[in-house]
């Protein structure tokens, strides 16, 4: 009996009986056999992670239909390290928002449990699979679960739209996606991605190739959120219950970096080989233009978890970045980061989803000092604001280095200070939010953006019951998300485990080999150390995001005495930013057809 | 094999995206949303296609005679299946907003400007 598939069936049929007896069968049934079939799916994830860590990849072929002579006609799952860990990640994660959303919730019934339960199976497939076609399929289930999970509540204005524009942006990158699969498979007649991979290493680029990839490219980037096609994100991630938007900043977000990252290594580095630089430089823009964009707009919002989304945009900025230096330490620190990220965005978002249970309120003016009352909370929220800064010596901050020295050694020797810039804002903005909600800080109105404060009250409560204290459970799980998000990181082993993972990913010969041929490659992985100038980056973009919060809270008297002039126009600057995000769908596709041409145009003039 | 269908395919993916940008009415979104969609249908439709080939049913016809190729086709029919799902999804969200904006026109859409 091979487990192989079962996280990716077991969830599914627990799901369709979940559904068919939510009728009869109490809440806590409901609630426990959904965290405990999200428990068995960590185990079985976990189980071939294990594997994949001790007897190297494999390929496990449904039905039994084995490659012959390098061709394959059946499906595989092709499961290295990365993609076994994503799925457990993934897995962890959705068994976390259910643990908290089983005291969140007051009156739920058996269809959120289903599609949470459906949307983690998706997940797992699509971390496991080796079939591009299949890997779209499971980009449009989880799509599909991710949309209706937004519109929960169902009733209220914010769903509705939010999952409109969601469902929209994201289905247009999906038949991108559709349209490259396509054209792909027309010019190698394959859809197992090794075998697409072998036979693009014998014909190599042609301008159908460099448009299939850019299709591809810019329709898993839309689930990843990069600008110019990230516009979505901010409005699903602000009117979707807060247990769902644990998961899709926490893992869906990053899936689409990791789609991106397995399709060049594992189809396109073999042809592209000689364009590298060029190819870097092009996704290193788009990063940058994320992470700068998303770091200035996640300061400027009040709305904590608009606010939060941004960060999220900002940090895959990072990530683009970081696959975009296409090398062994771009990837493992990235690898790195989005396990310390996901952590603690994740645990963020239930700390403010404990702020919306108890005040019905998400807006930082409104609670101003309101928070008080539950100081644990707020403690670990700033906590939270701490690591998203990736101070020495968590999880992220190791993430961090290695993306630093991968910067300097591939010549971006300014892209650190992207780096210091995005952690500084996304941090400092969580910090000012902590210091003004839990400890009164600061102003108590802003008289601009009336129209964001009246989105962050809620129609209808998702909790109806007294809120006069908060259950213990929703503290917990956010604080031992973020336990592991510091300790994760100094567990010896842990990060050169990811850089020997991130090692079998980035080995393009070795993968078709061991897809294809069943040969297992140990590809020579290589151990990082820090460097001194790593804790500086490190502290200042602690101190830094320190110093930020602290001066927009007390700076007041400081930013008196700055010209008018200046901080008039960096307002009307910021401003026209925030007007692009206007919640207009068409908006969105033209801003996606535009970054579709820009990505496109770039690769067939740079690429060829 | 004619250019013809692959430039019809480009075409409709364009013309279903300029529906959305220009499109007054959320209806309307969605059916242009569907005609993006219907591109990648001819797309792979005029990928598997042989000229002179027969259907790949192999049970009637000898296993070496020239057939479309079926891989596509099964490609599009799993791709029909997520549009019928993601358009009745947001065909009822459609419904939804109406119900609660009451309008479907996407600039009254107005819970979620920045």
Same mark, same amino acid.
């Given at each position: 009996?091979?487990?192989?598939?079962?996280?990716?069936?077991?969830?599914?049929?627990?799901?369709?009986?979940?559904?068919?007896?939510?009728?009869?069968?109490?809440?806590?049934?409901?609630? &426990?056999?959904?965290?405990?079939?999200?428990?068995?799916? $960590?185990?079985?994830?976990? +189980?071939?992670?294990?594997?994949?860590?001790?007897?190297?990849?494999?390929?496990?072929?449904?039905? %039994?239909?084995?490659?012959?002579?390098?061709?394959? @006609?059946?499906?595989?799952?092709?499961?290295?390290?990365?993609?076994?860990?994503?799925?457990?990640?993934?897995?962890?994660?959705?068994?976390?928002?259910?643990?908290?959303?089983?005291?969140?919730? *007051?009156?739920?019934?058996?269809?959120?449990?289903?599609?949470?339960?459906?949307?983690?199976?998706?997940?797992?497939?699509?971390?496991?699979?080796?079939?591009?076609?299949?890997?779209?399929?499971?980009?449009?289930?989880?799509?599909?679960?991710?949309?209706?999970?937004?519109?929960?509540?169902?009733?209220?204005?914010?769903? @509705?739209?939010?999952?409109? !524009?969601?469902?929209?942006?994201?289905?247009?990158?999906?038949?991108?996606?559709?349209?490259?699969?396509?054209?792909?498979?027309?010019?190698?007649?394959?859809? !197992?991605?090794?075998?697409?991979?072998?036979?693009?290493?014998?014909?190599?680029?042609?301008?159908?190739?460099?448009?299939?990839?850019?299709?591809?490219? =810019?329709?898993?980037?839309?689930?990843?959120?990069?600008?110019?096609?990230?516009?979505?994100?901010?409005?699903?991630?602000?009117? #979707?219950?807060?247990?769902?938007?644990?998961?899709?900043?926490?893992?869906?977000?990053?899936?689409? =970096?990791?789609?991106?990252?397995?399709?060049?290594?594992?189809?396109?580095?073999?042809?592209?080989?000689?364009?590298?630089?060029?190819?870097?430089?092009?996704?290193?823009?788009?990063?940058?233009?994320?992470?700068?964009?998303?770091?200035?707009?996640?300061?400027?919002?009040?709305?904590?978890?608009?606010?939060?989304?941004?960060?999220?945009?900002?940090?895959?900025?990072?990530?683009?970045?970081?696959?975009?230096?296409?090398?062994?330490?771009?990837?493992? %620190?990235?690898?790195?980061?989005?396990?310390?990220?996901?952590?603690?965005?994740?645990?963020?978002?239930?700390?403010?989803?404990?702020?919306?249970?108890? /005040?019905? !309120?998400? *807006?930082?003016?409104?609670?101003?000092?309101?928070?008080?009352?539950?100081?644990?909370?707020?403690?670990? /929220?700033?906590?939270?604001?701490?690591?998203? &800064? #990736?101070?020495?010596?968590?999880?992220?901050?190791?993430?961090?280095?290695?993306?630093?020295?991968?910067?300097?050694?591939?010549?971006?020797?300014?892209?650190?200070?992207?780096? $210091?810039?995005?952690?500084?804002?996304?941090?400092?903005?969580?910090?000012?939010?902590?210091?003004?909600?839990?400890?009164?800080?600061?102003? &108590?109105?802003?008289?601009?953006?009336?129209?964001?404060?009246?989105?962050?009250?809620?129609?209808?409560?998702?909790?109806? #019951?007294?809120?006069?204290?908060?259950?213990?459970?929703?503290?917990?799980?956010?604080?031992?998300?973020?336990?592991?998000? @510091?300790?994760?990181?100094?567990?010896?082993?842990?990060?050169?485990?990811?850089?020997?993972?991130?090692?079998?990913?980035?080995?393009?010969?070795?993968?078709?080999?061991? $897809?294809?041929?069943?040969?297992?490659?140990?590809?020579?992985?290589?151990?990082?150390? =820090?460097?001194?100038?790593?804790?500086?980056?490190?502290?200042?973009?602690?101190?830094?995001? $320190?110093?930020?919060?602290?001066?927009?809270?007390?700076?007041?008297?400081?930013?008196?005495?700055?010209?008018?002039?200046?901080?008039?126009?960096?307002?009307?600057?910021?401003?026209?930013?925030?007007?692009?995000?206007?919640?207009?769908?068409?908006?969105?596709?033209?801003?996606?057809?535009?970054?579709?041409?820009? +990505?496109?145009?770039?690769?067939?003039?740079?690429?060829? | 094999?004619?250019?013809?269908?692959?430039?019809?395919?480009?075409?409709?993916?364009?013309?279903?995206?300029?529906?959305?940008?220009?499109?007054?009415?959320?209806?309307?979104?969605?059916?242009?949303?569907?005609?993006?969609?219907?591109?990648?249908?001819?797309?792979?439709?005029?990928?598997?296609?042989?000229?002179?080939?027969?259907?790949?049913?192999?049970?009637?016809?000898?296993?070496?005679?020239?057939?479309?190729?079926?891989?596509?086709?099964?490609?599009?029919?799993?791709?029909?299946?997520?549009?019928?799902?993601?358009?009745?999804?947001?065909?009822?969200?459609?419904?939804?907003?109406?119900?609660?904006?009451?309008?479907?026109?996407?600039?009254?859409?107005?819970?979620?400007?920045?």
């Amino acid at each position: 009996m091979h487990i192989t598939a079962l996280p990716i069936v077991v969830p599914m049929i627990a799901a369709a009986l979940l559904v068919s007896v939510r009728k009869w069968t109490p809440r806590l049934a409901l609630d &426990s056999s959904a965290i405990s079939v999200g428990v068995a799916s $960590v185990t079985m994830c976990a +189980l071939i992670l294990a594997r994949t860590a001790h007897d190297g990849p494999f390929a496990y072929w449904l039905g %039994g239909w084995q490659p012959k002579h390098m061709v394959s @006609i059946g499906i595989s799952l092709s499961i290295d390290p990365v993609g076994a860990g994503l799925a457990t990640f993934a897995a962890l994660l959705v068994t976390a928002a259910l643990l908290y959303s089983w005291r969140y919730f *007051d009156s739920i019934d058996g269809l959120f449990h289903a599609l949470m339960l459906i949307f983690l199976a998706a997940m797992v497939g699509f971390s496991l699979t080796g079939d591009l076609f299949d890997l779209a399929v499971f980009f449009e289930l989880m799509s599909a679960t991710a949309y209706s999970l937004t519109a929960y509540k169902i009733e209220e204005r914010g769903p @509705i739209q939010g999952a409109i !524009n969601f469902a929209i942006t994201n289905s247009v990158g999906a038949y991108g996606i559709f349209t490259g699969i396509g054209l792909l498979y027309a010019r190698t007649g394959a859809l !197992n991605m090794a075998q697409i991979g072998a036979a693009l290493d014998r014909h190599g680029t042609d301008p159908l190739v460099l448009v299939a990839m850019a299709l591809l490219f =810019i329709g898993f980037l839309t689930k990843a959120a990069a600008v110019p096609v990230h516009f979505w994100l901010a409005d699903a991630h602000a009117v #979707a219950p807060t247990p769902v938007c644990v998961l899709f900043s926490g893992v869906m977000v990053e899936l689409g =970096i990791y789609a991106v990252a397995r399709l060049y290594w594992t189809i396109f580095a073999g042809p592209l080989h000689a364009h590298t630089e060029e190819l870097r430089a092009i996704l290193i823009a788009f990063g940058t233009m994320t992470a700068i964009w998303g770091g200035v707009m996640c300061y400027s919002q009040r709305h904590i978890k608009r606010l939060l989304a941004f960060s999220t945009i900002s940090h895959v900025g990072m990530f683009l970045c970081g696959i975009g230096l296409l090398s062994a330490d771009g990837l493992s %620190g990235t690898a790195t980061y989005i396990v310390g990220h996901g952590l603690t965005k994740a645990a963020l978002f239930m700390l403010a989803g404990v702020l919306l249970h108890r /005040f019905q !309120n998400i *807006d930082e003016f409104d609670l101003h000092g309101r928070g008080r009352e539950i100081p644990w909370t707020g403690a670990l /929220f700033a906590l939270g604001g701490i690591l998203l &800064s #990736a101070v020495p010596v968590v999880t992220l901050f190791f993430g961090k280095s290695l993306l630093d020295g991968a910067s300097l050694a591939a010549g971006y020797p300014w892209l650190p200070a992207v780096f $210091v810039f995005s952690s500084m804002f996304t941090g400092g903005a969580v910090l000012r939010v902590a210091g003004r909600v839990f400890c009164g800080w600061g102003a &108590s109105k802003r008289p601009l953006d009336e129209e964001q404060a009246h989105q962050a009250r809620e129609e209808e409560p998702e909790e109806q #019951a007294s809120r006069g204290r908060t259950p213990l459970l929703m503290l917990l799980v956010p604080a031992s998300l973020l336990a592991a998000a @510091i300790v994760i990181g100094v567990i010896p082993g842990a990060v050169p485990g990811i850089e020997v993972a991130a090692a079998h990913l980035r080995d393009h010969h070795g993968y078709i080999g061991w $897809v294809l041929r069943g040969h297992v490659h140990f590809p020579p992985a290589e151990t990082t150390h =820090i460097a001194g100038y790593d804790y500086l980056y490190g502290a200042g973009a602690a101190v830094g995001a $320190v110093a930020l919060a602290a001066l927009t809270l007390f700076g007041q008297p400081l930013l008196r005495r700055t010209p008018e002039l200046l901080v008039r126009r960096a307002g009307i600057a910021i401003m026209a930013f925030r007007r692009l995000h206007s919640g207009h769908i068409g908006d969105y596709i033209a801003w996606w057809t535009a970054g579709a041409a820009l +990505l496109g145009g770039s690769s067939l003039i740079f690429l060829r | 094999m004619s250019f013809l269908p692959f430039a019809v395919a480009a075409w409709l993916f364009l013309v279903g995206l300029y529906g959305i940008v220009a499109s007054q009415n959320l209806i309307r979104t969605i059916i242009s949303l569907t005609i993006v969609q219907a591109s990648t249908y001819v797309l792979l439709l005029s990928i598997g296609y042989r000229t002179g080939g027969q259907a790949p049913i192999f049970a009637d016809i000898p296993a070496t005679s020239n057939a479309v190729d079926p891989v596509v086709q099964v490609l599009m029919l799993t791709d029909v299946v997520v549009e019928a799902t993601i358009t009745a999804l947001l065909l009822a969200l459609a419904i939804q907003a109406h119900k609660r904006f009451g309008s479907l026109d996407p600039h009254e859409l107005r819970a979620l400007t920045d």
